[in-house]
């Protein structure tokens, strides 16, 4: 507890040599600061006496570290520190029995204020002045204990003393009315410091451990150290009149010697000033005095001054036009050096009433004592005219008062005095001030005239005189609020999630702690008892005053103390399992000095006064959705049963009423294990996909909504456990859910999008139909793919090799968004790929290698590339079984020829003698074919779909045959067997009647019927616009059967001059 901690100062020294023992003397402002405290080092075994230490405080002894070179190093180790919250309980303790020591005395007598000093700090409420004697001579019982040699002082509930209830090294109190008039009527009494002395019997206060004041010497006295003179003249506080009698009663603040009255100095005014009103001033013919030495003065006026004030009108005929004027001078007090009266002057002429003389508010009992000049009828009281401020003229902080109090009727021969009773609200409210009834300071007076009136009938009754806000009384006594408050009923709403605390005096709200506050299930805590400790979480908005009311509603998702409250089965289901508890740390009263609650204890709980069950379903907070990680969070406003959760309830929409739509299924799985506000939901992988691919739902957060039936849970009124943790659930008592339909969805919280990169998995090649399907991890967006960014290779590393193909012309796909991306190649690159000898001719030899940017996936991840040296190798491979075939074939008139395959063509493999040329298909008879002889020769040096054969001497011959003269006479037949592919299939044969012709052959086109163009795509370039070949009529378009179909008219061209593909437009009217 480090709200009363004492740190010593250089005060306080060791005693001791250097040991492991160190003694410290505690001395000056440290020993006089733990004497003081009510909160460390008290009682018989010092229970509440910690130590803690800093670090560096104490060091051990020096050590002397010797080096090789006989240097040495001074070493000193600090003793490790013990924290302020983990001090040291003391080990032994020995209480404070010293009895204190009075050691000096003041006596004020212009204030009335007498202080008595002791060598050690007292405890003031338990100064017994009764026990003290002023003294006029040191050896008093040789002059008698009689009224001119001393007086012991009296506590007297209306008299006083009035004690400063401050603990210190002195005390001091105002002397009581009766004892400083007692005094001052003494003319033998402290007059002056030779005749104060001062005797005080054993006991007449107790220092703070309780060790009550002795005396060394019985008949000891001790002189006062400071005399201060009385050096004020009297003040007239109030005055009356009895018209019958002619009698003048004049209340003066303190004895005067009525000896020395002069009734001339007095004047009667119908006002406060005089102006042009009536005044009459007194006479002293006849004149003569009733009391003597005192401070109510009776003056029985001379007839003509009292014949005079009835023959006036308008003067002292009622409350409202009696005033009076006092010169100074009038009459003296009875000093050593008398002091004359204080003057009242014209314009602040004295009002006949009563006048408040002093007051004594009680915060502690509620109480307010009221003494006035004069008699008062208590049955006029009125408390709500009654207003107290924090200063003379400072009225910022203020309270006036309600009313409703009650006053005791005084004693007899004591009309003057009242007390009053407060009410509960204007003590609460008082109370409640910062400054205003929180110390003597601060507690000033002010009243209406109508607060009460005197008891005289002639004049009055005469209302009190007016003690304004611009100069209000300062409190003679105070004693502060001491109570600690204490817990009178306490309520709990399981519904709004509210605690209500009720105490039997105000609280101050913004010291509620309710880490310092548990609710648990029994009376009496046991090993079955459930409980749960508020935390911070936990707060209130209440103003200060008796009731608390404490917010334990789930505000910010997981952890807040309504949820898990309502996660115990056994725990605030009802009232018979509500009881409470907290510590005196848990808040304490508005008072300046804090009075700290009084605890309630674990094995004497508190049960609830009003419970309030749980009706109402749960409902959304809000949702987060983490497509990362495929985590959907559901903050409920309170805990819901996580083993009836049903994921399939949840929907996802694009729009808050409406748009496209996934649902969830069971195969989602609840990650929450527990009851909670908060649940999260990990969106299994298919569903999670399934998201990916949609366009426009889930993208962002304004397309990101939730949807969920009433079915998808509920909250925790229906379950019930036995102590044994075997738990049932009864729908019938369980609130559910508040569904979010489809016209008004939730809209996400916190979206936070995929940033995953996606990977490829595996892939599959297959050489036979050319076609290379990637297997991702997520589904990528097909349009993004750059084929470009993937190389076929035949290792997992390959550096600088050659036996690698980049992708190049492959850049289309039939395929849609998705895992599995499904590539064509084109001729170009699988034949490039065909010619590499030692890649994609076996599982063993196929590896891929893909860039960052070769495909992105729905979110717009780049891929996670797969690099060289971690080359991915191929799961499954398809060879190439497919023979090749002659596609077309030239034959320059150099001899040289150029055969075009459907694929790559293992040039070595040629057998040159089933290569024949013939005249037609079939040839003419007898000369009309030629077969290659060995006189040819290949002259291709790289694998290819071309291979050129240089035919030189066979060309001579078979053109002298008449072969191979022009287009018309050129024709090739190739057998079966002539040439093999890369992976040894043979190349598929013809017939002579089969033979081709030379010329170029359409391999493929491409139609755009969006556009109107198309690209016709020839095994050898063409002349398109060049010459003006191209003739649309010879193409027809058609059905497979051709029984439907259309050629193309002259309006179709093509923008193509000269290649191997032809890019052609068609005219609107083939379209």
């Given amino acids: ?184 009527t003494n003319p033998y009494l402290a007059l002056d410091a030779t005749t104060s002395w001062l005797k005080c019997n054993a006991g007449v206060a107790n220092d703070m451990a309780g060790n009550p004041v002795i005396v060394v010497n019985g008949s000891e006295v001790i002189q006062v150290m400071t005399y201060t003179a009385d050096t004020t003249g009297p003040t007239l506080e109030g005055f009356d009149y009895n018209m019958e009698l002619g009698n003048l009663t004049m209340y003066w603040d303190e004895p005067i010697d009525t000896e020395t009255f002069d009734v001339t100095g007095i004047t009667f005014q119908s006002v406060a000033s005089a102006g042009t009103t009536t005044t009459i001033t007194a006479v002293a013919d006849g004149f003569t005095i009733q009391a003597k030495n005192c401070r109510s003065m009776i003056a029985t006026l001379g007839k003509t001054t009292v014949q005079a004030l009835l023959a006036a009108s308008d003067l002292f005929t009622a409350p409202d036009d009696s005033y009076v004027v006092v010169s100074s001078g009038v009459v003296k007090d009875l000093s050593f050096t008398p002091n004359a009266n204080q003057a009242i002057t014209d314009g602040d002429a004295l009002v006949i009433g009563p006048y408040l003389e002093f007051f004594k508010l009680d915060m502690d009992a509620g109480t307010m004592q009221l003494h006035f000049t004069e008699g008062v009828d208590e049955s006029t009281f009125d408390d709500s005219q009654i207003t107290l401020q924090m200063a003379e003229s400072d009225a910022s902080e203020s309270y006036s008062f309600a009313g409703g109090g009650s006053v005791t009727a005084p004693a007899a021969g004591e009309a003057e005095y009242l007390e009053l009773a407060l009410s509960l609200d204007d003590v609460d409210e008082l109370k409640m001030l910062t400054y205003v009834a929180h110390s003597k300071s601060y507690v000033y007076i002010a009243l209406n005239p109508e607060v009460v009136y005197d008891d005289e009938s002639n004049i009055g009754p005469n209302p009190a005189i007016e003690v304004s806000v611009d100069d209000a009384r300062l409190a003679d006594d105070f004693t502060a609020d001491t109570t600690r408050p204490m817990l009178a009923h306490w309520s709990l709403d399981m519904n709004s999630g509210t605690l209500s605390l009720t105490f039997d005096e105000p609280v101050r709200s913004s010291t509620f702690d309710g880490t310092k506050l548990t609710i648990q299930s029994d009376q009496v805590y046991n090993n079955d008892t459930e409980y749960v400790t508020l935390t911070a979480n936990s707060t209130t908005a209440s103003s200060d ?297 076996s599982r063993a030899s196929t590896y891929i290698v893909m860039g960052k940017t070769a495909i992105y996936d729905m979110a717009g991840n780049l891929l996670s590339a797969v690099t060289d040296g971690n080359a991915l ?88 045959y008449g072969i191979g003269s022009d287009q018309a006479t050129s024709y090739l037949r190739l057998f079966a067997g002539a040439f093999l592919d890369m992976v040894g299939n043979r190349l598929f044969g013809m017939s002579s009647a089969d033979a081709l012709q030379m010329g170029p052959v359409l391999e493929s086109f491409n139609l755009d019927m969006n556009t109107g163009t198309m690209q016709l795509y020839f095994s050898e370039s063409v002349k398109g616009s060049e010459n003006k070949t191209f003739n649309p009529g010879a193409l027809k378009f058609q059905t497979v059967n051709g029984k439907q179909g259309h050629v193309l008219t002259a309006d179709t061209y093509t923008t193509t001059f000269f290649g191997s593909t032809l890019s052609v437009v068609l005219s609107d009217s083939d379209m």
């Fill in 873 to 960: 190798q191929v799961t499954n491979f398809t060879q190439d079984t497919t023979r090749p075939t002659i596609e077309s074939f030239k034959l320059y008139d150099n001899g040289v020829v150029q055969l075009k395959f459907s694929e790559t063509i293992d040039y070595s493999s040629a057998n040159l003698s089933a290569i024949v040329f013939q005249d037609n298909a079939p040839p003419s008879s007898g000369a009309g074919s030629y077969a290659l002889t060995e006189a040819s020769l290949v002259t291709t040096t790289s694998f290819a779909s071309e291979v050129l054969i240089d035919i030189a001497d066979d060309y001579s011959m078979m053109t002298g």
């Fill in 1 to 184: 507890d480090t709200d009363s901690q004492i740190t010593l100062t250089t005060d306080s020294y060791t005693m001791s040599t250097p040991d492991v023992t160190i003694d410290i003397a505690l001395r000056g402002v440290d020993l006089y600061t733990i004497k003081l405290s009510d909160q460390v080092a008290t009682g018989q075994w010092g229970d509440d006496t910690y130590l803690s230490i800093e670090e560096g405080a104490i060091m051990d002894t020096i050590t002397y570290d010797t080096a090789s070179d006989g240097t040495q190093t001074v070493t000193q180790n600090d003793v490790k520190a013990v924290t302020s919250v983990k001090a040291m309980g003391r080990h032994n303790f020995t209480q404070d029995k010293t009895p204190p020591e009075m050691t000096a005395f003041d006596i004020d007598m212009d204030s009335g204020f007498l202080t008595l000093f002791f060598n050690e700090p007292m405890r003031a409420n338990s100064l017994n002045i009764t026990y003290c004697t002023l003294l006029r001579h040191e050896e008093w019982p040789t002059h008698g204990h009689d009224e001119h040699n001393a007086t012991t002082f009296r506590d007297t509930k209306y008299f006083g003393p009035f004690l400063d209830t401050t603990n210190d090294n002195f005390l001091t109190f105002m002397i009581g009315e009766h004892d400083i008039d007692h005094i001052k």
């Fill in 545 to 841: 005053g008796r009731t608390i009311d404490i917010d334990i509603l789930q505000a910010q998702g997981d952890g807040m103390d309504l949820d898990s409250i309502k996660v115990y089965r056994s725990l605030a289901m009802s009232d018979s399992e509500s009881w409470l508890w907290f510590s005196r740390y848990m808040a304490h009263d508005c008072a300046t000095t804090v009075n700290r609650v009084w605890p309630v204890y674990s094995d004497n709980a508190t049960a609830v006064s009003s419970y309030t069950a749980d009706g109402e379903g749960p409902t959304l907070m809000w949702f987060d959705l983490d497509l990362d990680s495929g985590l959907l969070t559901l903050t409920f406003d309170e805990a819901v049963d996580d083993s009836v959760f049903d994921a399939s309830q949840i929907s996802f929409q694009a729009e808050s009423s409406g748009g496209s739509s996934i649902a969830l299924t069971t195969e989602s799985q609840l990650l929450t294990v527990k009851p909670g506000a908060v649940m999260e939901v990990e969106i299994n992988t298919a569903k999670l996909h399934e998201i990916f691919l949609e366009d426009d739902l889930c993208t962002n957060d304004a397309s990101t909504y939730i949807v969920m039936t009433a079915s998808v849970t509920t909250d925790m009124a229906g379950r019930t456990c036995s102590n044994s943790s075997v738990c049932d659930y009864d729908d019938s008592e369980s609130n559910s859910f508040d569904e979010i339909d489809t016209s008004s969805a939730l809209a996400v919280q916190t979206y936070t999008y995929d940033t995953t990169s996606p990977s490829l998995n595996a892939f599959s090649l297959d050489m036979d139909m050319g076609k290379l399907t990637l297997h991702f991890d997520e589904p990528v967006n097909v349009a993004t793919l750059k084929s470009n960014e993937i190389t076929i290779q035949y290792a997992k590393y390959t550096g600088s090799s050659i036996e690698k193909h980049t992708i190049r012309n492959t850049n289309t796909t039939a395929s849609s968004n998705g895992y599995k991306v499904e590539l064509l190649l084109s001729v170009s690159d699988l034949n490039e790929l065909k010619s590499k000898q030692g890649t994609a001719i």
